[in-house]
């Protein structure tokens, strides 16, 4: 009669871990849904003000990509509040493959504090291969690029509006003559392509200066309404 209990408590436990874990997949799908639609409207309107030019575009566009933005904010708040919720005991087993990339891409958005707290979680998850070596590069490289030092793999990029007309700077290298390499290493494709791609994905010019520095951005006063520090 024991052994028969003991049974009846670990498939009941069991089944209360599974219906648990259904639940978080359940929420971080929602999570990732939510981030991916907000941000794909944006991107359209932003293409709108690409090709028009910003004294062209109706006002209504501009109100429509600030209302956006407000929105996204609120979006991210949410959802890493979600994800430091399901974090806060460590990285959870047994997830969607779908869940891991939600919580990488959530961390991914959230600010320098956020991201450096998980990031050792995100390396983690990379090293039990259920987020992708290249998904923990865009992650690193972002924080690098928050905090004013150069990247390592090329993934982030810089907006500046010049004459009226957004310009895409990639952000500085670490090492450009091996950048190439180190993208094959995460499975990404070589920059120059990636600048194709990025460049017909936002409608506007992409520069990329193997040589440029983070300090001869700063000069330039191109980072002038950015705070790396933050």
């Given at each position: 009669?024991k052994h028969?209990?003991?049974?009846?408590l670990?498939?009941?436990?069991?089944?209360l871990?599974?219906?648990?874990?259904?639940k978080i997949?359940?929420?971080l799908?929602?999570?990732?849904?939510?981030?991916?639609?907000?941000?794909?409207?944006?991107?359209?309107?932003?293409?709108?003000l690409?090709?028009?030019?910003?004294?062209?575009?109706p006002?209504?566009v501009?109100d429509s990509?600030?209302?956006?933005?407000?929105?996204?904010q609120a979006?991210?708040?949410?959802?890493?509040?979600?994800?430091?919720?399901?974090l806060?005991?460590g990285?959870?087993?047994?997830?969607?493959?779908?869940?891991?990339?939600?919580?990488w891409l959530?961390?991914?958005?959230?600010?320098?504090k956020?991201?450096?707290?998980?990031?050792?979680?995100?390396?983690?998850?990379?090293?039990?291969?259920?987020i992708?070596?290249?998904?923990?590069?865009?992650?690193?490289?972002?924080?690098r690029?928050?905090?004013?030092?150069?990247?390592?793999?090329?993934?982030q990029s810089?907006?500046?509006t010049?004459?009226?007309?957004q310009?895409?700077?990639?952000w500085?290298?670490?090492?450009?003559?091996?950048?190439?390499?180190?993208?094959?290493?995460?499975?990404a494709?070589?920059?120059?392509?990636?600048i194709?791609?990025?460049?017909a994905?936002?409608?506007?010019d992409?520069?990329?200066?193997?040589?440029?520095t983070?300090?001869?951005?700063?000069?330039m006063?191109?980072l002038?309404?950015?705070?790396?520090?933050?």
């Amino acid at each position: 009669m024991k052994h028969i209990f003991i049974s009846i408590l670990l498939v009941l436990s069991t089944f209360l871990k599974a219906q648990s874990i259904q639940k978080i997949d359940s929420l971080l799908l929602g999570a990732y849904e939510s981030d991916q639609k907000i941000r794909t409207e944006s991107m359209t309107l932003m293409s709108k003000l690409n090709s028009a030019g910003a004294n062209d575009v109706p006002v209504s566009v501009i109100d429509s990509l600030m209302l956006l933005q407000e929105q996204t904010q609120a979006i991210d708040k949410e959802n890493q509040i979600l994800v430091a919720s399901v974090l806060k005991k460590g990285l959870p087993e047994g997830l969607s493959s779908q869940s891991y990339k939600a919580i990488w891409l959530i961390v991914d958005h959230a600010d320098l504090k956020f991201q450096k707290k998980h990031l050792p979680i995100m390396e983690e998850a990379v090293r039990k291969e259920l987020i992708s070596a290249g998904d923990y590069a865009v992650l690193t490289d972002r924080i690098r690029m928050r905090e004013g030092k150069p990247q390592k793999y090329g993934t982030q990029s810089y907006t500046v509006t010049v004459d009226g007309r957004q310009v895409i700077y990639i952000w500085p290298v670490e090492d450009a003559k091996r950048l190439n390499e180190l993208r094959s290493e995460i499975g990404a494709g070589d920059i120059e392509t990636y600048i194709q791609v990025l460049k017909a994905t936002a409608g506007c010019d992409v520069i990329y200066d193997p040589e440029l520095t983070v300090h001869q951005m700063k000069k330039m006063g191109l980072l002038k309404n950015m705070n790396t520090s933050k």
